[in-house]
C-alpha cells in the first residue's frame, strides 16, 4: 500500500513538473555549408624591423708630409756620401728608394643599418552572399568563391521574470 501511494504521489509530481518549473526548450542549430562571391581582398602587413652591423669605409685624402728644409737635405746627402763605397758599387750602395706616399688611404668603422621587412599576416576579405556584404579577417587568401558555414536558428525572446507582489 505503501508503494502504490508513494507511486502515485511522484505520477502527480510529474504531471505538475511543467507548470511548476515552466522549462525551455533550446532549439537545434541548423547547418549547412555554402559559398560566397569575394569581393576585394586586403593584405593585412606586420612591420619587422632589424639592425645588423656592417663595416663601411670612406676614402679620405692622406696628409702629405711636410718638405725638409735644406739644412736636414744637406745633412742627409752628406751622411749617404760619406757610406756610399762601402757595401759595394755605387749603384748598389744607392739608398733604396720609398715609394711615393699615397694619396688616398681608407677609414674603416663599424656602423649599425637599420632594415625593415614586412609580411602578410591576415587577409581582409570583402565578400557578397545572398546580397548582404560581409567583411571578415582570415588566415589566407581565399580566391574567388569563400566557403562558408550557414546557421539558421529560430529566435526565442528571453524569459520574463514573474511580478512579485509585496
Same mark, same amino acid.
Given at each position: ?50 639592425? !645588423? ?16 728644409? !735644406?739644412?736636414?737635405?744637406? !745633412? ?60 571578415? !579577417? ?29
Amino acid at each position: 500500500m505503501h508503494r502504490f501511494r508513494a507511486a502515485l504521489f511522484l505520477s502527480c509530481l510529474l504531471a505538475c513538473a511543467p507548470l511548476l518549473a515552466q522549462e525551455r526548450v533550446i532549439p537545434t542549430e541548423n547547418v549547412r555549408l555554402d559559398y560566397a562571391q569575394v569581393l576585394s581582398v586586403e593584405p593585412v602587413y606586420q612591420t619587422l624591423r632589424a639592425t !645588423r652591423t656592417e663595416q663601411r669605409c670612406d676614402e679620405v685624402p692622406a696628409v702629405k708630409p711636410e718638405p725638409a728644409t !735644406r739644412e736636414e737635405e744637406s !745633412r742627409w746627402s752628406k751622411m749617404v756620401s760619406s757610406v756610399k763605397g762601402w757595401f759595394g758599387s755605387d749603384e748598389a750602395s744607392a739608398p733604396p728608394v720609398a715609394p711615393p706616399a699615397s694619396t688616398v688611404r681608407t677609414n674603416c668603422r663599424a656602423v649599425p643599418v637599420e632594415r625593415e621587412f614586412q609580411r602578410p599576416i591576415a587577409y581582409d576579405v570583402d565578400y557578397i552572399y545572398k546580397g548582404v556584404k560581409y567583411r571578415s !579577417r582570415l588566415a589566407e587568401d581565399p580566391g574567388n568563391r569563400l566557403r562558408i558555414r550557414v546557421s539558421v536558428v529560430p529566435y526565442v525572446t528571453p524569459m520574463q521574470p514573474a511580478a512579485s507582489t509585496p
